[in-house]
């Protein structure tokens, strides 16, 4: 069992910050960490082209060396400061709705000459609500630094606190403002604390606009992403430990005491303290567990709520977001004054015409957020899980293209012809924070009641045993980017205190259990299955393994068979045509595994895979020659944004197939015929020889009963006698056959070769880079034909050693580090193989590997020497941390 003085349970912000603290402290520290990457919410994704912020619109509390405010001292301490580049956003905000387009900007007096300029006859007002604001925001700065018993000892000292502690921003607001496009623009952060203004605590808002006004509002340098890196390696370089893909399974305790934490790998850890990341729900009824915990604090937890989250639409563009008339980086677009209304109607519905959205548009800010001559734009309203939870799998889908659709409309409002150039697009909805988080209803605010009006008591950051610590949204003064790194400042050094002192302080502990008991009278225990229908919910739509029985073996080719799966326990989860699984596979005692796209459509109760031998072949040569009916195997659930959408896809679409790269299309052209989907499908399609075209027979019957389909037929190796098309897929091709690319969008699934020359292709022919979608391929053939190969032999093997487990591998130049790794019985995690998804995420701590082109990292990732080992090539010997 391994020894640490304290464990840090999930690297969200909270976790990071806290860890830091604590080896800056010389702690000896082990952060746990369930996701391939740290940050929670504070993290990116790419998607093609593009890497996307996860949910940082503005980070507060910032400032600079002269203008000091609190995230800047505390990051300053820790050193993380100096290895993040803060980028300063000119103004706070942007709100549009009719009648009124008013650009907020930094700084009181800047903040009340816009206003009043804005609105003339409420100049008075908008003053004396500046004032109170401003006045109450110190106040409660004060009040916290010398404790409430010193503020009711002098009320006095006090006097805006007092008069307005406990009130709405309406009830505040109202009273001075009563046109109603002036409040709706004051208000319009409200957004953040997720609460309409006549349920938005006052306090909450006056210190979350008082420390924007007066530290201004910033960006991260390679998103947030790169902050959460840089707490990441002020931890290591410290001392501190941090374990990822691998989280926290169960927290031990003996009367009533931490003793230890078991990791998700079955790796026991002693330890006498324990500061929680995790959500205390989860870390009361899954980690520790509802007989070790006492009866006033689950009853304190049954008491509130959990708060709520939001519905996002990324978009990657194919012009840069000041072509569209964008200049300022966060814009509220809204159709009317009435925020009230606008936050009730997302709460039990998903079907609404949204009211209004938060529209960020990130080069305006940074101008080198994504590549040349793109733009990244975000679309964000507030959501609630529980109309989500109610939906079929299907419905889910098309709820999400839905609502999709309505916001890029809404978005349109301040940026005509957003839709035209959206080259990428993917959405969040409540579920997938619940999918990544973990936190009940996907809340990214913590409890609902943090910043309501009457919620002027938080949970502290103790727990209720001895040694147990929250740092995260849940505790405290609730959620946000500068209350979660304070949060884990502050349970950081209330741990470290109890260090020194050698055991928690009785007396702090009984008035937390008196306090939080009185808080708790008349509530009912949280009960022991609150997770259960979520959990049933989330195994359906995002399930993270499924169990697969082979049913059926269908030949198809002399080369090529399909592979009928059906659920070995369940019904199967739904997926959007085009989609893959990853197949797991172990031979000769390997476990590795080899993504396939499901060739069935969306409405059978089977997945096909479709197989084609490959030379050499390794797992496609077991899958053919050994598989029979009734074997069973592990996948992952579906994956993939290959698929056709209809939000910003035109209705005809030319599918560009080489070999098996037939199986997402013919998914594809099987679920529109069925749905009889108002969409016009010409397939090219190439293969090597006649008798190697897969679904031949089925693509006629197709083409002769639905005109909307058209395929043709190109033969690289025609037979003699072969009349049809031949050659191969180049522009001069692909022109006598589309003819006019113009309103199409292009498809591209085959092997590395086909996709250079197609794409080369249709760039000559004038095809947008938004309307060309490339499948993601895996390692090509030959890796020494991608461009920039340096000219090593294949078979040069080197040495590479993974760090935590001290194991010592060969690996050799020519085949990705993924297969050596497997080889020896390392596990790394494995989506696309690809890559594309960053799942097998690994620190490359020295030498040096080989990747195309076609890979996308993080910017961070790049910058802090992290790689793909799906797609990376030994290049000298390696030292690596998984």
């Given at each position: 069992?391994?020894?640490y003085?304290?464990?840090?349970?999930?690297?969200?912000?909270?976790?990071?910050?806290?860890?830091?603290?604590?080896?800056?402290?010389?702690?000896?520290?082990?952060?746990?960490?369930?996701?391939?990457?740290?940050?929670?919410?504070?993290?990116?994704f790419?998607?093609?082209?593009?890497?996307?912020?996860?949910?940082?619109?503005?980070?507060?509390?910032?400032?600079?060396?002269?203008?000091?405010?609190?995230?800047w001292?505390?990051?300053?301490?820790?050193?993380?400061?100096?290895?993040?580049?803060?980028?300063?956003?000119?103004?706070?905000?942007?709100?549009?709705?009719?009648g009124?387009?008013?650009?907020?900007?930094?700084?009181?007096?800047?903040?009340?000459?816009?206003?009043?300029?804005?609105f003339?006859?409420?100049?008075?007002?908008?003053?004396?609500?500046?004032?109170?604001?401003?006045?109450?925001?110190?106040?409660a700065?004060?009040?916290?630094?010398?404790g409430?018993?010193?503020?009711?000892?002098?009320?006095?000292?006090?006097p805006?606190?007092?008069?307005?502690?406990?009130?709405?921003l309406?009830?505040?607001?109202?009273p001075?403002?009563?046109d109603?496009?002036?409040?709706a623009?004051?208000?319009?952060?409200?957004?953040?604390?997720?609460?309409?203004?006549?349920?938005?605590?006052?306090?909450?808002?006056?210190?979350g606009?008082a420390?924007?006004?007066?530290?201004?509002?910033?960006?991260?340098?390679g998103?947030?992403?790169?902050?959460s890196?840089?707490?990441?390696?002020?931890?290591?370089?410290?001392?501190?430990?941090?374990?990822?893909?691998?989280?926290?399974?169960?927290?031990l305790?003996?009367n009533?005491?931490i003793?230890?934490?078991?990791?998700e790998?079955?790796?026991?850890?002693?330890?006498q303290?324990?500061?929680?990341?995790a959500n205390?729900?989860t870390?009361?009824?899954?980690l520790?567990?509802?007989?070790?915990?006492?009866?006033?604090?689950?009853?304190?937890?049954?008491?509130?709520?959990?708060?709520g989250?939001?519905?996002?639409?990324?978009?990657?563009?194919?012009?840069?977001?000041q072509?569209?008339?964008?200049?300022?980086?966060e814009?509220?677009?809204?159709?009317?004054p009435?925020?009230?209304?606008?936050?009730?109607?997302?709460?039990?519905?998903?079907?609404?015409?949204?009211?209004?959205?938060?529209v960020?548009?990130y080069?305006?800010?940074?101008?080198?957020?994504?590549?040349?001559?793109?733009g990244?734009?975000?679309?964000?309203?507030?959501?609630?899980?529980?109309?989500?939870?109610?939906?079929?799998?299907?419905?889910?889908?098309?709820?999400?293209?839905?609502?999709?659709?309505?916001?890029?409309?809404?978005?349109?409002?301040?940026?005509?012809?957003?839709?035209?150039?959206?080259?990428?697009?993917?959405?969040?909805?409540?579920?997938?924070?619940?999918?990544?988080?973990?936190?009940?209803?996907?809340?990214?605010?913590?409890?609902?009641?943090?910043?309501q009006?009457?919620?002027?008591?938080?949970l502290?950051?103790?727990?209720?045993?001895?040694?147990?610590?929250?740092?995260?949204?849940?505790?405290n003064?609730?959620?946000?980017?500068?209350?979660?790194?304070?949060?884990?400042?502050?349970?950081?050094?209330?741990?470290m205190?109890d260090?020194?002192?050698?055991?928690t302080d009785?007396?702090?502990?009984?008035?937390?259990?008196?306090?939080?008991?009185?808080?708790?009278?008349g509530?009912?225990?949280?009960?022991d299955?609150f997770?259960a229908?979520?959990?049933?919910?989330?195994?359906?739509?995002?399930?993270?393994?499924?169990?697969?029985?082979?049913?059926?073996?269908?030949?198809?080719?002399?080369?090529?068979?399909?592979?009928?799966?059906?659920?070995?326990?369940?019904?199967?989860?739904?997926?959007?045509?085009?989609?893959y699984?990853?197949?797991?596979?172990?031979?000769?005692?390997?476990?590795?595994s080899?993504?396939?796209s499901?060739?069935?459509a969306p409405?059978?109760?089977?997945?096909?895979?479709?197989?084609?031998?490959?030379?050499?072949?390794?797992?496609?040569?077991?899958?053919?020659?050994?598989?029979?009916?009734?074997?069973?195997?592990?996948?992952?659930?579906?994956?993939?944004?290959?698929?056709?959408?209809?939000?910003?896809?035109p209705?005809?679409?030319?599918?560009?197939?080489?070999?098996?790269?037939?199986?997402?299309f013919?998914?594809?052209?099987?679920?529109?015929?069925?749905?009889k989907?108002?969409?016009?499908?010409?397939?090219?399609?190439?293969?090597r020889?006649?008798?190697?075209?897969i679904f031949?027979?089925?693509?006629?019957?197709?083409?002769?009963?639905?005109?909307?389909i058209?395929?043709?037929?190109?033969?690289?190796?025609?037979?003699?006698?072969w009349?049809?098309?031949?050659?191969l897929?180049d522009?001069?091709?692909?022109?006598?056959l589309?003819?006019?690319?113009?309103?199409?969008?292009?498809?591209?699934?085959?092997?590395?070769?086909?996709?250079?020359?197609?794409?080369?292709?249709l760039?000559?022919?004038?095809?947008?880079?938004?309307?060309?979608?490339?499948e993601?391929?895996?390692?090509p053939?030959?890796?020494t034909?991608?461009?920039?190969?340096?000219?090593?032999?294949?078979?040069?093997?080197?040495?590479?050693?993974?760090?935590?487990?001290?194991?010592?591998?060969?690996?050799?130049a020519?085949?990705p580090?993924?297969?050596?790794?497997?080889?020896?019985?390392?596990?790394?995690?494995?989506?696309?193989r690809?890559?594309?998804?960053?799942?097998?995420?690994?620190?490359?701590?020295?030498?040096?590997?080989?990747a195309?082109?076609?890979?996308?990292r993080?910017?961070?990732?790049?910058?802090s020497n992290?790689i793909?080992?799906?797609?990376?090539?030994p290049?000298e010997?390696?030292?690596?941390?998984?």
């Amino acid at each position: 069992m391994k020894d640490y003085d304290v464990v840090v349970i999930g690297a969200g912000l909270g976790g990071i910050s806290a860890a830091s603290s604590l080896a800056k402290a010389g702690k000896k520290v082990l952060l746990l960490e369930k996701h391939n990457v740290p940050g929670g919410y504070a993290t990116s994704f790419n998607r093609g082209r593009f890497e996307f912020e996860i949910a940082l619109h503005e980070l507060s509390g910032l400032g600079d060396a002269n203008n000091r405010g609190p995230v800047w001292r505390i990051l300053n301490d820790y050193g993380v400061l100096p290895k993040v580049e803060f980028v300063r956003i000119p103004d706070l905000y942007r709100s549009v709705m009719p009648g009124a387009d008013v650009t907020v900007p930094i700084g009181r007096q800047n903040f009340e000459d816009a206003l009043c300029k804005a609105f003339p006859k409420e100049a008075e007002g908008i003053k004396k609500f500046s004032a109170t604001m401003f006045n109450f925001a110190d106040e409660a700065i004060k009040a916290n630094r010398v404790g409430m018993k010193a503020v009711m000892e002098d009320p006095s000292k006090f006097p805006t606190l007092m008069a307005n502690y406990g009130r709405t921003l309406s009830d505040v607001l109202n009273p001075l403002v009563s046109d109603e496009k002036a409040r709706a623009v004051i208000s319009a952060t409200c957004g953040y604390y997720l609460q309409p203004p006549s349920k938005c605590s006052f306090l909450i808002f006056a210190l979350g606009t008082a420390s924007y006004l007066k530290f201004g509002c910033y960006h991260v340098k390679g998103t947030s992403q790169a902050m959460s890196q840089a707490f990441i390696d002020t931890v290591e370089e410290n001392g501190g430990h941090v374990w990822l893909n691998n989280g926290a399974k169960r927290i031990l305790v003996s009367n009533g005491k931490i003793r230890g934490v078991i990791a998700e790998d079955g790796t026991k850890i002693a330890c006498q303290r324990v500061i929680c990341n995790a959500n205390p729900l989860t870390t009361s009824l899954d980690l520790i567990g509802k007989e070790n915990m006492p009866d006033w604090y689950l009853k304190r937890l049954g008491k509130w709520t959990a708060g709520g989250s939001t519905f996002n639409v990324y978009l990657g563009l194919d012009c840069t977001c000041q072509s569209l008339g964008f200049k300022n980086h966060e814009n509220f677009v809204s159709i009317g004054p009435d925020l009230d209304w606008q936050h009730e109607s997302m709460r039990h519905d998903i079907s609404f015409k949204p009211y209004g959205a938060a529209v960020t548009a990130y080069n305006i800010a940074d101008a080198d957020f994504s590549p040349p001559g793109t733009g990244v734009v975000v679309l964000c309203v507030i959501a609630y899980a529980e109309p989500w939870l109610k939906l079929s799998p299907p419905g889910y889908a098309e709820a999400k293209s839905k609502l999709a659709d309505k916001l890029i409309t809404l978005a349109e409002g301040i940026a005509p012809g957003l839709r035209e150039h959206i080259e990428v697009m993917e959405t969040a909805t409540p579920l997938t924070n619940i999918r990544y988080t973990g936190n009940p209803g996907g809340s990214i605010i913590g409890f609902d009641e943090n910043f309501q009006g009457a919620g002027n008591v938080h949970l502290p950051n103790r727990g209720p045993i001895e040694g147990l610590y929250f740092a995260n949204a849940w505790v405290n003064i609730g959620g946000g980017f500068e209350t979660c790194i304070v949060s884990g400042y502050m349970a950081a050094s209330d741990a470290m205190k109890d260090m020194e002192q050698g055991k928690t302080d009785v007396a702090v502990m009984e008035k937390m259990k008196s306090q939080l008991s009185k808080e708790a009278e008349g509530a009912t225990e949280v009960k022991d299955n609150f997770f259960a229908q979520t959990s049933k919910t989330m195994a359906k739509l995002h399930p993270n393994r499924i169990t697969l029985k082979v049913k059926e073996i269908i030949a198809e080719t002399p080369s090529t068979k399909t592979l009928r799966m059906v659920s070995a326990d369940g019904a199967l989860p739904y997926f959007r045509a085009g989609q893959y699984i990853n197949l797991f596979v172990k031979i000769g005692g390997v476990l590795t595994s080899r993504p396939y796209s499901i060739s069935s459509a969306p409405d059978k109760p089977y997945y096909d895979i479709t197989v084609r031998r490959m030379e050499p072949g390794f797992v496609s040569h077991y899958l053919l020659d050994k598989v029979k009916p009734g074997d069973v195997f592990e996948s992952t659930g579906p994956n993939g944004s290959f698929y056709y959408e209809p939000v910003i896809d035109p209705s005809n679409l030319v599918f560009l197939a080489g070999g098996s790269g037939i199986t997402p299309f013919i998914s594809v052209i099987r679920d529109i015929t069925q749905k009889k989907q108002p969409v016009n499908i010409h397939l090219l399609y190439g293969s090597r020889s006649y008798q190697d075209i897969i679904f031949e027979d089925e693509l006629k019957k197709l083409t002769a009963k639905h005109k909307n389909i058209k395929v043709d037929y190109i033969i690289s190796e025609p037979p003699k006698g072969w009349s049809g098309l031949c050659g191969l897929m180049d522009a001069r091709m692909i022109s006598s056959l589309v003819k006019s690319v113009k309103g199409k969008k292009f498809f591209l699934c085959g092997p590395a070769q086909m996709h250079f020359l197609c794409e080369d292709a249709l760039t000559k022919l004038g095809a947008a880079p938004r309307n060309i979608r490339r499948e993601a391929y895996g390692p090509p053939a030959d890796i020494t034909l991608e461009p920039g190969w340096p000219g090593l032999s294949p078979s040069k093997e080197f040495k590479v050693v993974e760090e935590r487990s001290g194991r010592t591998l060969k690996a050799k130049a020519g085949e990705p580090l993924m297969i050596s790794l497997e080889r020896a019985r390392l596990v790394v995690p494995a989506v696309c193989r690809s890559g594309e998804c960053t799942a097998c995420r690994t620190r490359l701590l020295k030498g040096k590997v080989f990747a195309p082109s076609r890979v996308h990292r993080r910017w961070i990732d790049e910058q802090s020497n992290y790689i793909h080992p799906c797609m990376s090539y030994p290049l000298e010997d390696l030292h690596i941390r998984i």
